[in-house]
């Protein structure tokens, strides 16, 4: 009989730089019959001569099996990282706030028009200029390395990134070249062109940028990319704009603060990505697979459809009613898409784990981990989702008297949102699983479908029409992908155990409907939501631990507890 110990063990290293001692949480074979002890996915960085000096068991060792050691060191590894991602995005979007206000008061609405229409040309051009790549480096960079396919993968590295310097200097050079007419015709101001050239260099560091943070993150190491995206990209560029700002550059020292800030990511994610790369070099570089050229193209095609419909809304708008309702509901719009946050976080390391277990052919492993991934962004979600829909016009409220009208659009969006997050990363299921042809043939006609809804809806129901269009077009699009997913690969996101989280849920919207209740007794009003946000997260929480976790769950929480109680243990001690 033989089992997965994970436990510590001390281990003697004498090809790394002299004798060290290395402590590590290891799966551990243990054979009884032999009494005999073998080394499972050991430390990746000890030479062929470290030898085993001694393992620590605790009284009552229990083994694990071995899918049970996979499937929480991959949710493991999900979750600190998703974490990271949470929290470098909530930093960007408060530091980003208070940011936007100083350049508000320091530049004017006039310099920042100007700023926002380089930019709106950029990201139309940003939609072409990184070909499919950015997610192409996500699954084939895991696919290469968990099959130890190295000059693969190096040749799709250097020769992507070298198509990407091609792409965006034709582009960049038909910014410069074809900006001022731009400027002048399109937009009917010709204080753009001092800053055209500005321009295109952004959107080229942007490009670069991105594939580079995808490439990371087909290493799985989104935490790194945070890191540097999003800790050190946002406060230098806030440092440097109001250092160049308040010495006379204005507009354009807020834009050549941005190349900077961009330079800088980009130096620092060769590096980071450098490290990951073998230093074995072959014969010539392979050429990128049809596989992956096939792929890109279908890359390129879902990001113009997402593009498409992130902006056929508000165009429509814009067109049948006026620019007082667009505002309304893109301040709604910009809150419902705060609401799936936990689904997107998971999404930025849940997607390379998709390509290697799916290249490995572990679809067992990746259904467990796709049921309760699915199941913990739900519950994590719920809270914020039911305090969204209760304190709706007190929400709206916060931005002025006349944004409370758009209240109604923060719930049917909340509500849509709600079905994404329920049936968790099925669109990343197909992508990253060769399935993207069928990802946008749905996008395809989703796509019409969300034109044709608002093109109707609009004019009868105004902003309303339009949520009720994205919300069922969203609806639509996550069943679809979720048939599509169980048909191809065998896979569904739910099981019995998430009945048990209704009663946590019950225990939420009763806590913030109670809280509703006393709303006009708090002063000013956002402090009764903060408060409801944060007593629906306990309440559910609470009754969650008691009814409504599974084996599975509960190994996640262990897992969890344990590493609190080492880190904050090994920290007092």
């Known amino acids: 009989m033989c089992g997965i110990f994970l436990y510590r063990i001390s281990v003697r290293d004498a090809g790394r730089s002299g004798e060290r001692s290395i402590g590590k949480h290891c799966g551990i074979f243990f054979t009884v019959e032999s009494s005999q002890w073998r080394q499972v996915n050991f430390y990746k960085n000890m030479s062929a001569s470290a030898s085993i000096e001694s393992i620590t068991l605790p009284s009552a060792a229990k083994p694990v099996c071995a899918e049970s050691w996979q499937f929480q060191q991959q949710i493991g590894h999900i979750s600190r990282q998703s974490a990271v991602y949470f929290a470098g995005t909530i930093f960007t979007a408060l530091s980003g706030y208070l940011f936007k206000v100083y350049l508000a008061r320091a530049l004017g609405a006039t310099a920042l028009g100007l700023y926002a229409l380089g930019m709106t040309l950029v990201g139309f051009l940003g939609v072409f200029n990184a070909l499919g790549l950015p997610q192409s480096a996500v699954r084939f960079v895991a ?19 070298i198509l990407l310097l091609v792409s965006n200097a034709v582009l960049g050079a038909l910014v410069v070249l074809a900006g001022p007419w731009i400027a002048s015709h399109v937009y009917h101001t010709s204080a753009l062109n001092p800053y055209l050239a500005w321009f295109a260099v952004i959107m ?14 087909g290493f799985k190491d989104v935490a790194r990319r945070t890191v540097i995206s999003n800790f050190v990209a946002g406060p230098l560029t806030i440092v440097l704009t109001i250092v160049l700002v308040q010495g006379g550059l204005r507009l354009r020292g807020y834009i ?56 056929a809304d508000k165009v429509l708008i814009g067109i049948y009613l006026n620019a007082r309702e667009v505002g309304i509901y893109a301040v709604a719009a910009a809150l419902v898409a705060f609401t799936p946050i936990v689904l997107q976080s998971v999404n ?8 290697e277990l799916y290249s490995s052919g572990q679809l067992e492993l990746l259904r467990r981990i796709f049921q309760t991934l699915t199941k913990w962004i739900l519950g994590l979600t719920l809270p914020l989702a039911a305090a969204m829909i209760v304190f709706a016009p007190a929400i709206m409220r916060i931005f002025g008297g006349d944004f409370e009208a758009g209240w109604a659009i923060l719930v049917i969006g909340t509500l849509g949102q709600l079905v994404n997050c329920a049936v968790g990363s099925v669109g990343y299921l197909l ?20 034109v044709l809804l608002n093109a109707v809806l609009i004019p009868q129901w105004g902003i309303i029409g339009a949520s009720v269009s994205a919300a069922v077009t969203n609806v639509v699009s996550n069943f679809w992908y979720l048939r599509s997913v169980r048909r191809k690969l065998g896979l569904s996101p739910h099981n019995r155990g998430y009945l048990r989280l209704m009663p946590a849920v019950a225990t939420a919207v009763m ?35 008691l009814v409504g976790f599974d084996e599975d769950d509960r190994l996640i929480a262990g897992a969890v507890w344990r590493r609190i109680r080492t880190t904050f243990g090994g920290a007092l001690a």
């Not at 993968?153 to 020769?159: A, E, P, Q």
């Not at 930025?348 to 390509?355: D, E, K, L, R």
């Not at 990253?432 to 749905?442: E, N, Y």
């Open 348 to 355: 930025q390391i849940f997607s390379p784990v998709i390509a």
């Open 431 to 450: 992508l990253m699983s060769g399935h993207q042809g069928t990802l946008i043939r749905i996008q395809i006609v989703v796509a019409c479908v969300m």
């Open 204 to 217: 080229a560091s942007g490009a670069l940028n991105v594939f580079l943070g995808q490439v990371l993150a």
């Open 511 to 545: 806590l913030l409907l109670a809280i509703a209740k006393m709303l006009h007794s708090f002063h000013p009003e956002w402090m009764a939501i903060v408060a409801g946000v944060f007593v629906a997260y306990a309440g559910f929480s609470a009754v969650a631990v």
């Open 143 to 161: 696919s290469y390395t968990v099959l130890g396919k190295t000059d693969l993968l190096r040749g799709f590295l250097v020769r992507s990134t």
């Open 256 to 311: 050549v603060a941005q190349v900077v800030s961009g330079c800088v990511v980009l130096l620092l994610l060769l590096v980071s990505i450098g490290k990951f790369i073998p230093r074995t070099v072959s014969g010539q570089l392979p050429l990128l697979e049809q596989e992956v050229i096939a792929f890109s193209g279908i890359a390129l095609g879902v990001a113009f459809l997402e593009f498409v419909m992130a902006q």
